[in-house]
């Protein structure tokens, strides 16, 4: 199982990103896919999640309605629209997958990818 993040970049305060999580080796309809992130020095921290019907989603309460995750089937690819950014939301962003719903916490996933950079400049 390979997962290939992409889409992180610098943006200023208040903008929006996408990022993009390849898959292959496992189909994102058929399992947990989740985004987590990794400011420097903190913990990785659980973002958002997707479950395998395509329609339950679990968010980090922090979030209060500024990420959206969604798939592509055909794609086979997770993606998690950021908008209203903000500078603390500057991270590592990493995706995994995973077989158990409702797991916050990193190991509760057994595949991830290489992560994305995202910086958010006020």
């Known amino acids: 199982v390979q997962l290939q993040a992409s889409g992180g970049g610098l943006v200023q305060a208040g903008g929006s990103l996408r990022l993009s999580c390849a898959a292959s080796?496992?189909?994102?309809?058929?399992?947990?896919m989740g985004w987590f992130r990794q400011a420097p020095g903190k913990e990785r921290e659980f973002v958002a999640a997707?479950?395998?019907?395509?329609?339950?989603?679990n968010y980090a309460d922090f979030l209060k309605g500024r990420f959206t995750i969604s798939r592509d089937n055909a794609k086979n690819t997770v993606y998690l629209q950021m908008n209203s950014l903000k500078p603390e939301d500057t991270a590592v962003y990493y995706c995994?997958?995973?077989?158990?719903?409702?797991?916050?916490?990193?190991?509760?996933?057994?595949?991830w990818g290489q992560g994305t950079l995202v910086t958010v400049s006020s």
């Open positions: 997707l479950g395998w019907s395509g329609s339950v989603t």
């Open positions: 995994a997958t995973g077989t158990t719903w409702g797991r916050r916490s990193p190991y509760g996933y057994d595949y």
């Open positions: 080796g496992r189909s994102v309809s058929s399992y947990v």
